[in-house]
Structure formats: C-alpha cells, structure tokens
C-alpha cells in the first residue's frame, strides 16, 4: 500500500518553507526559532553573507524590556547581548551590552548592534534589528558557523536592572547553518520509529528503545530523517535524541531478529535506561553506529539530490534491519505520569538515486586510552584516519557533505582536520563551543573532497574540572567521554571507522600498571588494576585518586598522548574486517590551517590609534 504512494504525484510546498509562526505574528524573516518552551518569545533571522551583516526580528510576550544575546558558554558572563523595547512614553529604545556576571550588564564602548523598527501592541513587543557577523569589537560576539549559544530575558517593565522580575532562558542554534537541501517528501515512503509510553518520573533520563526497518525485497535509498513529535508534550520534554544503527556482532552465528527480535516496540517492548542497572536487559553495545540526531532547534537531515543511503541491499534484502533510538527526556519537575510519543521519521524511495551514500566514523577509539586528566581544562584528544587507510578509497576520492561532531559532557572544543601531505587544508568542520545538548547532523555549506593518501584527524578538547578531581575516562556512559564525529559522504566506500588510540598496555604502563584485567560483564568493557599494590581496584577509582599526578607527569603524558604515536585502524563493523597501523601521528613538519581573521587589519588600526 506504502508502496504505491511513491508514483503519487502531488505538487506540494515542502514543510520546510513554512514558518512555524503563529498567523498574527508580525515576523517576516525566513528562519523561526520559539526560544521559550512557553511559546512567548520568538526570534527571526536571516544573514547576508555578501554584506556579512546578520538581521533579527524578536516578536515577545512582554511590555517591558527584551534582551537577546549570544554566548560564548550559555551564561550571562560574557555574552554580547542587545536590550532594547518601547518606553511607556511610546519612545523606543536600545543599547549594545557585555555580560559581566551577576549584574546589569554593561553598556559596549562601541555600539554595534542598530535597532531598525520596533511597537509595542496588545502586550506584545516587536523589535527588528542588525550588526554585522563580525564586528570587530571584543565586546561583541563574532556569528560564526558553528553553534550559537542564544540567552533571552524579558523584564517587567523598561527599568533596566539586574534581578528586576524577569524571564529568562537560553538555546542553541546554528544561525548560519547551510540551508536544508530540496526535496519533495510526498514522492517518498516513510516509516515511523517511536515510542510512545509515560515517561519515566526521573529529572534526566536516557531511555533505549529498539526498531524495525520495513522488510524490503530489493534496494532502496533512505533520502531524510526527520522529527515525529507529537503534541506540547513532546517538544518539552524531548531533550533531544540519537537514532543508531545495531549490527549483529561480527562472528556471531546469530540473526539480527535473535538478537534484537525480543527487544522491538514491535513486540510490545518499550526499551529500558540506556546506562544504568536497566541497561543489562537490552542488546544496546551492539548499536552504536549514529544515523541521526535530533535535539530543541534541530531541522530535519536531507540527502543532496544526488545520493541516498542504501538500506535492503544484497544480503540485507528480504530481512529487517534494527535500530536503536535513545531518547534523552527532560523532566526537571520530575513528573510522573505524562505519556506521549517521541521519535523519528524515516523517507526512503526505490527511485534510486545515482550515488550511495555512506557512513563513516572518525576518532578516538572509545577505550580507557582516552583518559583525561583531572581537574583539567584544554586537554586536547586526537583520533587520526591514517592515510594508509584513505588510500583505501577510489582514486577521485569521496566527498563529506555532512558532519556531526560528537563529544559527551566534558567535550568543549571540536575540530576535524584535514591535511593532504605536511599541508592542513580548511577544517571539515568545527564546533568552538560545543553544546552537549544541541548536537546536529550538519550540512556543510561547502562539501569537501577527500583525496587517497589524505589524513583526517579528529580533537576534541575536554575539561574534567567539574568532576571534583576524578578523570574522565572513556566509555558509552555521558559522564565518560567519547571523541567521535560521524561523517555523511560518497560514494560509500567498504570500511565505516576510521580511528586511532594507544595500546592499552603501553597506555596502563605509563602509569606504572603492571597487571589488570578486563571485565566485559556489563556489557561495557570495565578495567581492574591488579597490581601493584598501590593502585590496585577499578582503574577509573586508582587513577583519579591513588596514582599521584604530578605535573610533570602530566605535562609528558598530555604531550605523549596528543602528539605520541596511535594505532590506528581502518575496520568495516559489518564485516569485522579491519587493517591496523602502527605508530599514526600528525603529518611532519605540518603548515598549520589559519582561519581567515576579517578583522585583524581593523583592530591593528584601532590598536595603534
Ligand atoms: C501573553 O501572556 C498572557 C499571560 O500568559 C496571556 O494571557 C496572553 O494571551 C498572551 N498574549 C499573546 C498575544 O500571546
Ligand atoms: C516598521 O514597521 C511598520 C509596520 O510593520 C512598517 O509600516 C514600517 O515601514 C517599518 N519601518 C521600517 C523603517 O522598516
Ligand atoms: C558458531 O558456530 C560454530 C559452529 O557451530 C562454533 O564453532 C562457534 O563457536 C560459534 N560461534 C559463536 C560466537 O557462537
Ligand atoms: C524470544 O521470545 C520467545 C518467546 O518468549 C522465546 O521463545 C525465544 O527464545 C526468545 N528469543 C531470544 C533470542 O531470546
Ligand atoms: C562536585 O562537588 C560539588 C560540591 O561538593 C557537588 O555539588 C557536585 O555534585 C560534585 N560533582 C561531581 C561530578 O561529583
Ligand atoms: C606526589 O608527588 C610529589 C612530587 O614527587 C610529592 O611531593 C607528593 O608528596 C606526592 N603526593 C602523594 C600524595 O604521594
């Protein structure tokens, strides 16, 4: 039946053109973001990259002031924020501010930001207003691509003061992300994977549920995943979501409908926690390939018109492919009982497209050798794609055209590097300041090209400073650390991980560990320390609090990890094939990327005037 909806025809606007704005609003710009769950505060937007100038519309529930800001880290404390409004005596008014922790914030030596029109009609506040992307000025806040960390107060009245009663909230969002590629959805097919049950009456929870793809007889190409949220409840409490794909473990005599069969929304089974004593019950360590990402702000992933990723091929035809969707809700209020339904949406299409797509995942191995020292801020992870194994690819090359950029808590800088030879050419991407909780499959405004012999490596700068003087270590869990970026290219090419770590035994010996044992029960590899005597117990308990971290110590262990050589490895997870590389390092004598810096001339000048 499904299956017949592919040769409809019907000319339609795509969903994503439509503004998610109410009828009476009096924004206009293309790009909509509700910045309050309460739906009170609204921004618009839209930047012109020629004139590098960046237009906003705020449309807010209040009669009083309304502050907007971009922040380096969320807080108050140095953001660039703009407070502007309609005075009781129906004048507008507006400055250019700095956050400067818990006070008013300060007005900028240079006004940058220019309110264009403002009103204040029936309780509600319109503001339209502009600066430039980059204004120069150290007290505002370059827009770059990356994620912008927006905040929002809203005051009572149009007194400006620090603690006057008042709203407040912060999102995240890309506000120059790439558009969302072109597609007709009423040409595809689709299937939903969802659940739908009360969430659990815990503040954070990460809830794992397991999903079949449709048994499909021949080839198709999935070509976007999109968000199902059902109502008001949904949207609050979805924090955000990871949708991966299982595989059956590689020499396992097992089926995939043994293995997860038991476990679907299917058969009535609603999944269980992801990370605590719950997650024994569920086969969640053979799902951990990402497909996609949704989180608050997030827009729905398109495949370029070109490509599609291959789902039901050869031996795949004919059986179920499982996934694993894990839903992170938010229920600060801890409420019990709220049922509703989360999860996502699946276009696929036998309409083939020429090119398939694949999926490739770059980085650190997750193991104890990502350890990051404690009370530490800047430490630096690298996983290398070692040119041994980009030689690997067909002789044009493959082409990335979306990434996702993945780090856990502690994760605050990311960059993928790419270097052809000792030259490093433009970042495939880059997150300056990560957001846990606002993580995206992200087009790239300019797809790159990968050539063989090319190296791609992966850093991740963490700070375990709020772990109160443990390491963090790495593991599946949010509070162990993962640096890994997920990367959308083609043609799909036979190996899916590309990724580097230290021996494991060179790693405990640098520690001065001469025997431990690995512990596989929970499912999730643990270490015990078994000698010496002195750091004997869990590794991640020794290390933190037993092994004495002297600072020089860790300033060689920081250099011997970032810049030492990896093993490096190039593994197909499907097939379990794999090629290993000794000792993979940055490139010798490396000409490093600079970014282009707009305004370095502008501030000399203002440097010595
Ligand atoms: C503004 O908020 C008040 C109080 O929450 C509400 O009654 C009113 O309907 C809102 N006005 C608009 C235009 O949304
Ligand atoms: C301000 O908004 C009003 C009402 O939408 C419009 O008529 C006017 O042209 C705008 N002014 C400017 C300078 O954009
Ligand atoms: C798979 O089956 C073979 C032959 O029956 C057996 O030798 C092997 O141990 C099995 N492997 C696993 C992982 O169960
Ligand atoms: C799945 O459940 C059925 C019915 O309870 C049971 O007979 C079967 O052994 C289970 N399969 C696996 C692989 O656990
Ligand atoms: C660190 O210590 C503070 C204060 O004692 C506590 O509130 C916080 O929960 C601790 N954090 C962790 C990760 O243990
Ligand atoms: C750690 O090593 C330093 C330098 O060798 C030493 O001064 C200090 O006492 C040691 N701390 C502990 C707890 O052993």
């Known amino acids: 039946m499904e299956f017949k909806t592919i040769f409809v025809l019907i000319l339609a606007v795509s969903i994503l053109a439509v503004p998610q704005q109410r009828p009476e609003s009096r924004l206009t710009l293309p790009n909509v973001l509700v910045l309050d769950d309460a739906g009170r505060i609204t921004l618009a937007w839209e930047a012109n990259l020629q004139r590098e100038e960046i237009t906003f519309e705020i449309e807010a529930n209040t009669t009083g002031y309304v502050g907007f800001g971009i922040s380096p880290q969320g807080s108050m404390t140095g953001a660039d924020i703009f407070i502007a409004g309609v005075g009781n005596d129906g004048q507008p008014y507006f400055s250019d501010r700095i956050g400067v922790g818990f006070t008013t914030p300060k007005i900028d030596d240079n006004q940058d930001w220019i309110l264009l029109n403002s009103s204040e009609t029936n309780g509600l506040t319109y503001l339209k207003f502009s600066r430039l992307l980059d204004t120069c000025d150290d007290e505002d806040y ?70 079949k793809g449709p048994i499909l007889d021949y080839k198709h190409h999935i070509v976007a995943f999109d968000a199902v949220l059902d109502n008001e409840m949904a949207l609050t409490h979805t924090h955000h979501y990871i949708l991966y794909n299982c595989y059956v473990p590689a020499g396992s005599n097992s089926t995939a409908d043994e293995v997860f069969g038991n476990y679907t929304v299917d058969v009535g089974h609603n999944g269980n926690e992801c990370y605590g004593p719950g ?12 497909l996609f990402v949704w989180a608050k702000g997030g827009k729905m992933m398109v495949f370029p018109e070109n490509v599609g990723y291959p789902i039901s091929e050869g031996s795949d035809a004919g059986i179920h492919q499982y996934y694993m969707l894990e839903i992170h809700y938010d229920n600060v209020d801890e409420l019990s009982g709220p049922s509703f339904k989360t999860g996502t949406r699946v276009y696929y299409t036998d309409n083939l497209r020429p090119i398939d797509a694949g999926l490739m995942t770059i980085g650190h191995q997750v193991d104890v050798s990502l350890t990051v020292p404690p009370n530490t801020q800047d430490y630096v992870v690298v996983g290398h794609c070692s040119p041994t194994c980009t030689l690997l690819l067909p002789l044009a090359g493959v082409t990335i055209f979306n990434a996702l950029l993945h780090s856990h808590l502690a994760g605050r800088v990311l960059r993928l590097r790419h270097f052809r030879g000792n030259i490093e050419l433009p970042w495939i991407d880059n997150e300056e300041h990560y957001d846990f909780d606002y993580q995206q499959n992200k087009h790239l405004s300019t797809e790159v090209r990968i050539l063989p012999g090319d190296q791609i490596t992966y850093e991740c700068t963490y700070d375990s400073t709020w772990k ?18 997920f990367i959308w290219y083609y043609p799909k090419n036979s190996f899916d991980h590309c990724i580097s770590h230290t021996e494991i035994r060179s790693h405990m010996s640098d520690f001065g560990v001469t025997g431990y044992r690995r512990e596989t029960s929970s499912g999730i590899p643990k270490y015990v320390i078994t000698a010496p005597e002195s750091l004997v117990g869990d590794y991640d308990d020794s290390i933190s609090f037993k092994f004495n971290w002297t600072s020089e110590f860790q300033a060689e262990y920081t250099q011997k990890r970032q810049f030492g050589g990896h093993q490096a490895f190039c593994i197909s997870e499907k097939t379990g094939q794999s090629i290993t590389v000794p000792n993979q390092r940055y490139p010798d004598n490396l000409v490093e990327y600079v970014p282009y810096d707009r305004c370095a001339k502008k501030k000399n000048v203002r440097a010595q005037a």
């Not at 400006?160 to 008042?166: D, F, G, K």
């Not at 997650?279 to 990402?290: A, L």
């Not at 109160?468 to 970026?485: H, K, L, P, Q």
């Open 142 to 211: 370059p827009i770059t691509m990356d994620t912008n960390r927006l905040i929002w107060a809203m005051g009572s009245s149009d007194a400006i003061e620090y603690h006057t009663s008042e709203r407040r909230g912060a999102r995240s969002i890309s506000l120059l992300g790439a558009p969302t590629p072109d597609i007709n959805l009423d040409q595809m097919m689709y299937w939903d994977m969802t659940v739908d049950m009360a969430m659990p009456a815990q503040s954070t929870i990460y809830w794992c549920s397991f999903h």
């Open 279 to 290: 997650s024994s019950q569920i086969p969640n360590q053979y799902c951990k390939e990402y």
């Open 468 to 485: 109160n003087g443990s390491i963090v270590s790495g593991g599946m869990t949010t509070i162990d650390e993962m640096c890994e970026s």
